[in-house]
């Protein structure tokens, strides 16, 4: 949303605004972490990424300050890069506004809905973008509760070990990180 220069914004809307940006942050390393431990836990994951190119990066954006996540595929290994040059080999998907990024990031619309509602944009190969959607789809299946990923999803993937697994996972790799 564009302000003009003369229009102030208020301090709820600074806060709600910073609020927002929170949720993306913690939402996205979240999912980071998800990347990572169910490479090693869910075979589907692991054959998706196993076919990605090697130095690709896949990432997901956040407009207006917001947090963006960029995952590199390297030699095997999935690694987090800050502000990586973007090319045209890679996929990013850049929500559309705030609003969406929170929609989906927050399990209240899935990746298919966003599309549907032209919450975002991609730059980048659709075919290598689609493995990168999997691949969130199978996350989100174990990082939201079934009765969020049943009303964001036509097809709820099978979960191939516990959600409570997973998320002990991410929480003992972001712990022994920081």
């Not at 990572?36 to 997901?60: P, T, V």
């Not at 390297?74 to 990586?84: C, F, I």
Request: hydrophobic content about 40%; some cysteine; charged content about 20%.
């Amino acid at each position: 949303m564009q302000l003009e220069k003369n229009k102030t914004i208020s301090v709820g809307t600074k806060g709600i605004m910073l609020l927002e940006r929170i949720i993306c942050k913690v939402v996205l390393r979240v999912l980071q972490g998800g990347f990572q431990e169910l490479y090693h836990l869910d075979h589907r994951i692991a054959e998706e990424m196993n076919q990605w190119e090697n130095n690709m990066i896949y990432g997901l954006e956040c407009p207006q300050g917001g947090a963006s996540l960029y995952l590199q595929w390297k030699n095997g290994k999935l690694k987090k890069v800050k502000n990586p040059p973007i090319t045209y080999h890679d996929a990013i998907i850049q929500f559309t506004s705030m609003y969406m990024a929170i929609l989906v990031l927050t399990g209240q619309i899935g990746i298919s809905g966003a599309y549907a509602l032209h919450g975002f944009t991609l730059k980048g190969d659709i075919a290598k973008t689609m493995s990168f959607a999997r691949c969130v789809d199978i996350l989100e299946s174990y990082l939201f509760p079934n009765v969020i990923t049943e009303r964001i999803m036509t097809a709820v993937p099978k979960k191939e070990t516990s959600s409570l697994l997973v998320y002990a996972s991410i929480m003992k790799n972001i712990i022994t990180v920081h």
